[in-house]
């Protein structure tokens, strides 16, 4: 990847980038600010189905907030991804690997485990 298209790309964490460019599409829709997240609405903000475990991370971490309305559906708030976006994107240094953020997000994670055993 060249170094021009890494600049253009967003950290939304530690090895998942986005490009901001795919957001764009939703700018104009003021009817729902909520995504379903299932195959497409995944692919609109960047995102493929693996990622569905960093996203219920980032949501139990209180980073973004989604909505479970059934077992196997759920919604993104995208004021919430949103705002994401927009603290990764200001402060390069938010997923820093001795940082706050990083610590809280990990910590999440390990709940998680303890929670499956």
Request: hydrophobic share 35%.
């Amino acid at each position: 990847m060249s170094t021009l298209a890494a600049k253009q790309l967003i950290k939304i964490y530690p090895g998942i980038l986005i490009d901001p460019i795919v957001r764009r599409e939703f700018a104009d829709r003021e009817e729902s600010r909520h995504l379903l997240l299932d195959d497409l609405g995944l692919k609109h903000i960047g995102l493929e189905k693996r990622h569905m475990k960093t996203l219920s991370r980032l949501s139990e971490g209180g980073y973004i907030t989604i909505t479970r309305i059934s077992p196997k559906v759920w919604f993104l708030d995208m004021d919430s991804w949103d705002a994401h976006l927009r603290r990764v994107t200001e402060d390069p240094w938010y997923w820093d690997r001795d940082g706050k953020h990083l610590h809280h997000y990990r910590q999440t994670y390990r709940n998680d485990l303890a929670e499956a055993l």
